[in-house]
């Protein structure tokens, strides 16, 4: 039986440009006052939520059809990477997931940016950050002040 890959060690931690993998499923368990699944995977090209940075999204795909598995949060549990979906899959089952591209891309910029300007702030102004977060239409870094 497979299991779960290492929080750190992670296909899409690995490599943040990689689209797609193929991954089999560890666990299926009806994720708690919802009609959704929370699955693992031995491993993920979804990179789950934290440390400010939101989760990312994409789709999950069988070989045997073209119907896309939307995947609504990527999240860790239990040192796990954790995926939401509305079906249930069976521990074994091989599918191919998909990142949503765009917006991982997006997510990525302003992680970066989110570096630089803390670099300049410390150089130039002894400011260290102490929060940040990054949304659809903005990133928020904050400072700490004398």
């Known amino acids: ?32 006052s919802t009609n959704e699944y929370d699955i693992v995977f031995d491993d993920s090209v ?3 939520e934290g440390g400010g940075q939101p989760g990312d999204v994409g789709t999950l795909h069988r070989s045997t059809d073209d119907q896309a ?9 239990e040192g796990n990477c954790v995926l939401r979906t509305d079906r249930e899959l069976q521990v074994g089952d091989e599918l191919l997931m998909r ?13 970066s940016a989110q570096h630089l300007i803390s670099a300049i702030a410390k150089r130039t102004l002894d400011l260290n950050t102490t929060t940040w977060s990054l949304g659809l239409t903005r990133c928020n870094v904050e400072f700490d002040s004398p």
């Open 1 to 32: 039986m497979a299991t779960a890959t290492a929080l750190g060690r992670l296909a899409c931690q690995k490599n943040s440009f990689l689209q797609e993998l193929s991954a089999k499923v560890v666990s299926c368990v009806k994720a708690a």
């Open 46 to 48: 979804l990179f789950p």
């Open 69 to 77: 598995i939307p995947v609504t949060k990527a999240f860790t549990q």
């Open 99 to 111: 990142v949503d591209w765009p917006r991982r891309l997006d997510h990525m910029q302003q992680h």
